[in-house]
């Protein structure tokens, strides 16, 4: 008899941690990716040895091993036509010399010669395809684009969603955070894919106000504003105070500047090096 008491309260402890662990997950997963994570790893993040805007894949393998989920991925168009993780085309990253570049001037090059070059001598270069591969191996992971400023969203993200959708990866495409420069972005881009996921990045065109802020994301249902570290005030800090958006700040690589953002109503950092762990453990003493 005391045995069998036994057995069923090990079957009922069983069944009420498997009911706990299953009610988390579903939760858990039906949370939107600015409600789990705090950081944004900028440029794919520092390297293992200190390198920083590599976008390269061993700073992902690096940063997903250290429990970053949300990477940001500096995008540029190759001189033949394809989508690349690179910063820009002036920075050198050690591929100059193979590249031909010199001192005065520097320009796109060929996705062959650009994924064939290590970047410093020793990471490796990514292709747009290439990440959205590893996008298919890594479920659990975000992408934020920075595709800079240009004329031709249209052109650019057509482009970008091409490379998915003909390669098979159209599925990714719900896991991609689009970043927005200006108002109206919005609709270029939305015009080319329907994108599930959007945020609106200030740093190109300036705080442009509380009303104009509240309007366009409400309007758009852009839960996310993006700016600089240093613009964050006390008026930012009131103007957005009683508003449903969430504030991110960029580049933040020192936990105490990262620390006093969490203070004053941030959401979240982009950050190099700063893990998510951190903010976290920072943002529950700040609610003690």
């Not at 997963?29 to 790893?41: F, G, L, Q, S, T």
């Not at 976008?55 to 190759?78: C, H, W």
């Not at 008026?235 to 504030?247: A, F, P, R, T």
């Amino acid at each position: 008899m005391i045995r069998k008491r036994i057995a069923w309260g090990i079957i009922l402890l069983i069944f009420c941690l498997a009911l706990i662990i299953g009610l988390y997950w579903y939760h858990n997963r039906n949370r939107a990716w600015y409600e789990k994570y705090p950081v944004i790893c900028h440029a794919l993040g520092r390297t293992q040895e200190g390198d920083t805007l590599t976008n390269s894949l061993e700073a992902f393998q690096y940063n997903y091993k250290r429990g970053q989920r949300v990477f940001e991925a500096d995008v540029q168009i190759t001189s033949d036509g394809k989508m690349v993780l690179r910063h820009d085309w002036v920075s050198g990253l050690g591929q100059e010399e193979a590249f031909g570049w010199t001192e005065e001037d520097s320009w796109a090059v060929t996705e062959e010669m650009f994924l064939s070059t290590p970047i410093y001598g020793k990471y490796t270069p990514l292709s747009l395809e290439d990440w959205f591969a590893i996008m298919r191996e890594y479920p659990d992971i975000w992408f934020v684009t920075d595709t800079k400023y240009s004329p031709e969203v249209e052109t650019q993200f057509s482009l970008f969603t091409d490379t998915a959708i003909e390669n098979g990866y159209e599925d990714v495409l719900s896991r991609v955070i689009v970043q927005i420069y200006y108002k109206e972005m919005y609709d270029e881009v939305m015009e080319v894919y329907p994108f599930e996921n959007l945020i609106w990045t200030l740093y190109y065109i300036g705080y442009p106000g509380k009303q104009e802020i509240l309007d366009f994301m409400a309007e758009k249902e852009i839960p996310v504003l993006v700016m600089p570290s240093s613009w964050w005030n006390g008026q930012q800090e009131e103007d957005l105070k009683d508003s449903s958006i969430k504030v991110y700040v960029h580049t933040v690589n020192d936990e105490e500047e990262a620390l006093l953002r969490l203070q004053h109503g941030v959401s979240g950092i982009y950050s190099d090096d700063i893990l998510p762990e951190a903010v976290k453990a920072s943002k529950s003493r700040l609610s003690e």
